[in-house]
């Protein structure tokens, strides 16, 4: 019972953080800012938290859970991986991005933390392998270029997609539509001229099923 009531505290500080720094960044949040939002004493917080940096943390691990979450449950069915799924899964993901706060927020955070956490770049150098090791399964069922190095491919793609997020957050555009645009440069030069009409078709209804 104790520790359920643990967990809840320390879940009510994280959820106070991600409002704050939705709201005003995570610089111009102090933690006195946090313990007010939470309702929890100085003592409670560092119980669970070494400091607001390790606060950030948390905020990102939950961040990255959810993203790897998102981006398996459009993997359909699990045994048949492909370039299809890689598709929707950044298109789940973008829309994640764009509707939850936390999501956002700890997106957010892992590209601006390296500095003071590892957090971030250990989430880029787990979520990049993962990504193309995707790709590569895609080359392997087929759905990429004869002449195409999948190791070369995955890393492009992935660049992609991490460069829609960051310019989408720096600029507050529509992250879906900026991805649906990178998308359609990139299967021209990724999959054989037989399979572009069946892939536009993917990435068409991926836009239209993840629009605001």
């Known amino acids: 019972m104790a520790q ?5 505290t320390r879940q009510r500080i994280i959820d106070a953080a991600v409002e704050l720094f939705n709201e005003r960044g995570f610089g111009e949040t102090g933690l006195a800012d946090v313990l007010q939002r939470a309702g929890v004493t100085k003592g409670a917080f560092y119980y669970h938290f070494d400091s ?8 990102i691990d939950q961040f990255q859970i959810a993203i790897r979450d998102a981006f398996r449950k459009t993997i359909d069915p699990p045994a048949a991986p492909g370039l299809e799924n890689i598709i929707r899964g950044t298109f789940a993901v973008a829309r994640l991005i764009q509707t939850d706060p936390a ?35 895609a080359f392997g069922a087929g759905d990429l270029r004869d002449d195409a190095n999948p190791d070369d491919v995955g890393e492009v793609i992935w660049i992609g997609v991490i460069g829609c997020q960051f310019l989408s957050a720096a600029i507050g555009d529509d992250l879906v539509a900026r991805l649906a645009r990178v998308w359609h440069v990139l299967l021209r030069a990724i999959v054989p001229e037989p399979s572009l009409g069946f892939f536009y078709e993917v990435l068409e209804r991926s836009l239209r099923d993840n629009v605001r």
Not at 4 to 8: F, G, L, P, S, Y
Not at 117 to 137: C, H, I, L
């Open 4 to 8: 359920a009531r643990a967990e809840v």
């Open 103 to 137: 999501v956002r927020v700890g997106n957010e955070l892992s590209q601006s933390l390296g500095q003071v956490s590892d957090a971030g770049p250990r989430v880029f150098r787990q979520t990049s392998v993962a990504f193309v090791d995707e790709v590569k399964k």
């Open 52 to 59: 607001k940096d390790a606060l950030a943390v948390s905020v």
